[in-house]
Antibody
Framework: EVQLVESGGGLVQPGGSLRLSCAAS????????MNWVRQAPGKGLEWVSY????????YYADSVKGRFTISRDNAKNSLYLQMNSLRAEDTAVYYC?????????WGQGTLVTVSS | SYVLTQPPSVSVAPGKTARITCGGN??????VHWYQQKPGQAPVLVIY???DRPSGIPERFSGSNSGNTATLTISRVEAGDEADYYC?????????FGGGTKLTVL
């Protein structure tokens, strides 16, 4: 069974940093591209970042470019999102999501709250 | 930048057919994917590549895509279909989601 389990969310002050992790199991992690997708409270889905299976290709949404860094460790079956210079508008549930073009599996999400 | 436009809400009686649209410039030339999200839950893929259905998704869910509009069709709507639905495309090195449509079953 495919499982994606996010962790690392919490309350952080504006301008602060946070690192999200996603532990993957039930599939060959190194064979799949991965994404981070977020959802602000009461709002729609917003794609954040994409990383290919070998980390050779990485994309970011304009809203996070230069502030967020996606990475992965295939030996540890883990996906990461380093978030710096956080803003109030980054407050959201962050989902780890598997796939290229479309997402076939989603984690349950981790809540990031940016507030003073 | 590319924009996907969905109606904020659609209402349908049980047993009827619901159609949720996703508008975009020449969207028919792109692959469109659809997700269902119920309150407090992660999204679930219901249609990919315009009209393919993942295993476990009922045949009542179907999709089409042509011209400037992609459509998710839910036949014989059930109370359990009440949810938010999002369309999604991959465009110019980024994923795009529509604003979402809340499906209400009357």
């Amino acid at each position: 069974e495919v499982q994606l389990v996010e962790s690392g969310g919490g309350l952080v002050q504006p301008g602060g940093s946070l690192r999200l992790s996603c532990a993957a199991s039930g599939f060959t992690f190194s064979s799949y591209s991965m994404n981070w997708v977020r959802q602000a409270p009461g709002k729609g889905l917003e794609w954040v970042s994409y990383i290919s299976s070998s980390s050779s290709t990485i994309y970011y949404a304009d809203s996070v470019k230069g502030r967020f860094t996606i990475s992965r460790d295939n030996a540890k079956n883990s996906l990461y999102l380093q978030m710096n210079s956080l803003r109030a508008e980054d407050t959201a549930v962050y989902y780890c999501a598997r796939g290229t073009g479309y997402v076939d599996y989603w984690g349950q999400g981790t809540l990031v709250t940016v507030s003073s | 930048s590319y924009v996907l436009t969905q109606p904020p809400s659609v209402s349908v009686a049980p047993g009827k057919t619901a159609r949720i649209t996703c508008g975009g410039n020449n969207i028919g030339s792109k692959s469109v994917h659809w997700y269902q999200q119920k309150p407090g839950q992660a999204p679930v893929l219901v249609i990919y590549y315009d009209s393919d259905r993942p295993s476990g998704i009922p045949e009542r869910f179907s999709g089409s895509n042509s011209g400037n509009t992609a459509t998710l069709t839910i036949s014989r709507v059930e109370a359990g279909d009440e949810a938010d639905y999002y369309c999604q495309v991959w465009d110019s090195s980024s994923d795009l989601f529509g604003g979402g449509t809340k499906l209400t079953v009357l």
